[in-house]
């Protein structure tokens, strides 16, 4: 499986480089063949990297340039920010095992879920869920779940208000 995974991530590498149109269509094509369940009626930026094939990217979603999206499920319409990192969770990498080397640790991927129509603006990260609607302030590092309607900013994300 690890092969499968590298040989994934190495092509996601290569067609990120791809400029304008042109290089979204190779993208989304590229991640409609090797992923869950990708639309076609996506845009993915230059400089994107999709890093698991674990993902479902629904209708009308934007993905800025330079993001990088790991394990995730995106609801319709939902814009993405330039250099916004969804992470497969927040535990991806065990470090509790003092005599073993951090990056030899297991961790957890955990499926991150975007409600349809939220915003995401540009730097934010992104390790939990979001409910429809929500909108995320720029660099804001969300680690806990928000309901449908969020409005959140910060490090770590804090509820501002709700719409």
Known sequence: MRDKDALFQAFSQLLSMLPGKFGSFFRVCLHRWLCNDVSIDIYIGFGVLLSQRNMDISDGVYIGPQSNIGSCYIGENCLLGS????????NQHGFNEIDVPIKDQKG???????????????GAIIMADLG??????????????????????????KLIRSR
Do not use: M, R, Y
Not at 132 to 157: E, L, M, Q, W, Y
């Open 83 to 90: 250099g916004v990192h969804v992470l497969s969770g927040k």
């Open 108 to 122: 957890e991927l955990t499926k991150v879920q975007i409600g349809k129509n939220c915003w995401i603006g540009n």
């Open 132 to 157: 429809d609607n929500s909108i995320v302030a720029a660099g804001s590092v969300v680690t806990k779940a928000f309901p449908a309607g969020s409005i959140v900013g910060g490090n770590p994300a």
